[in-house]
């Protein structure tokens, strides 16, 4: 029995001992293999029978794992050297442009420049990229292949920042044809100078210009070109701005010359904005014109509201002082003056004007009262009647109420003083039948000094030549009228001029 068992046992060992001897093997196997940089192949599907009649996995196909020619290749990139443009050595390479302009978004008067965003477009045939292909279509790539070829180095003139958008990745598009024709597009936001007149402002027009030129290439080299003419630009009717009307856009191209290098290819987007008026209307023109209305309110106050006047007169100044400050700050600090400073001066030399008006009424008025005084004083320690040294006198009898105040005005700087006795009319005798005047409380006398010329004509000239300062009533009546028709006649002029 034992001895039956034995063989058994032995042979069921040796089957273990390979089988573990196997396995041994395999480990081994695949250790070499990765250690080598092999992937290890696992089988599975179907068997298929060996010639010695072991079972091996047979693998499908994979559709999406086939081999297939890559772009590189296709486009035979490896094969030349894109460092030199095409057709190096021999005629100039035309190199079409056109632009779509997308937002105008905003324009600096203080840094004089212009922020706009557009899609540059290059059109240019380059046979080293041309493939074969039976249905004739094209292939677009994004911007990894762009740094493997030859692209136009076009750069923007007076330009102060720009940049290529990158969300999500790089806006950069290009369109190879099988013929070797090129289409490069890119979205770029570009911020430039413009060189702005502001002599009319805020009156004003502006033309700006956005200029497209070729760094390194001369004109023998690299000749750009708007490739539909005036249709190689188009913008966006809904492009608007806040206070500009865009009126125009157009290009043109012309030859830049630079000493040390040469003739270069340049194309120009220009573009006319008219500045909306309604805006600095409100807030400026408005706004000075009822400062310079509220001065001329002083002209109905009373010469003795001393309080009332200067009050208005210095407010006045104050604000438009404010005004102009103001402006300035949002202007660029230019050496010429501008259209809205003209307006705001002179409206401040009239504001000024009404403040120095009253001055001078009040200045009269003190110096009309002080020599009244000095009149009454004179007249007091005399005792004597003023006659103003005129050897005939006459006497002027009104019923008191119906003298007018032009008359009591014209009296003025004459003092009242009693009737002396060889004043009074001498009274005749009783016996004679005269009737006696009777005498009534509401007779007022004056005494009134008249000239012994004939006609009063030293007179007429004494009063007309100080009549303005002596009744100084008169300074603000004048003034009610030059005033305002003066500041109207100035609107006349300014608003025909720059209109």
Known sequence: MDAVRMPYLNRTLLLLLALLLFLLLGQIRTAEARKHGQRVRRWTGPEETHKHGVA??????????SRKTKTEQLLKVDDHDFTMRPAFGGPALAVGVDVQVESLDSISEVDMDFTMTLYLRHYWKDERLSFSSSTNKSMTFDGRLVKKIWVPDVFFVHSKRSF????????????????????YSLRVTVTAACNMDFSRFPLDSQTCSLELESYAYTDEDLMLYWKNGDESLSTDDRISLSQF???????????????STGWYNRLYINFTLRRHIFFFLLQTYFPATLMVMLSWVSFWIDRRAVPARVSLGITTVLTMSTIITGVNASMPRV??????????????????????EYAAVNYL???????ERKRRERARSQSLPCTCSISQTRTMTMLDGTYSEADTNSLAGYTEEPMGPEDEPEPEPEPEEKPKVPEKSEHMVVHLSMSTEPAGIKKRKSLRALNIIQNTHAIDKYSRMIFPGSYIFFNLIYWSVYC
Do not use: E
Not at 170 to 183: K, Y
Not at 335 to 356: C, E, H, Q, T
């Open 365 to 371: 008025s003190t110096v009309q009262d002080r020599r």
């Open 56 to 65: 091996l996995p047979k693998k499908p196909p994979d559709v999406t794992k």
């Open 245 to 259: 009307l865009i009126q125009k856009f157009h290009t043109t191209s012309r030859l830049a010359f630079y000493s």
């Open 335 to 356: 050496s010429y003056i501008k259209a809205v400073d003209i307006y705001l001066w002179v409206s401040f030399v009239f504001v000024f004007l009404s403040v120095l």
């Open 164 to 183: 290529i958008h990158d969300t999500t990745t790089d806006n950069i598009m290009l369109r190879v044809f099988p013929d070797g024709q090129v289409l």
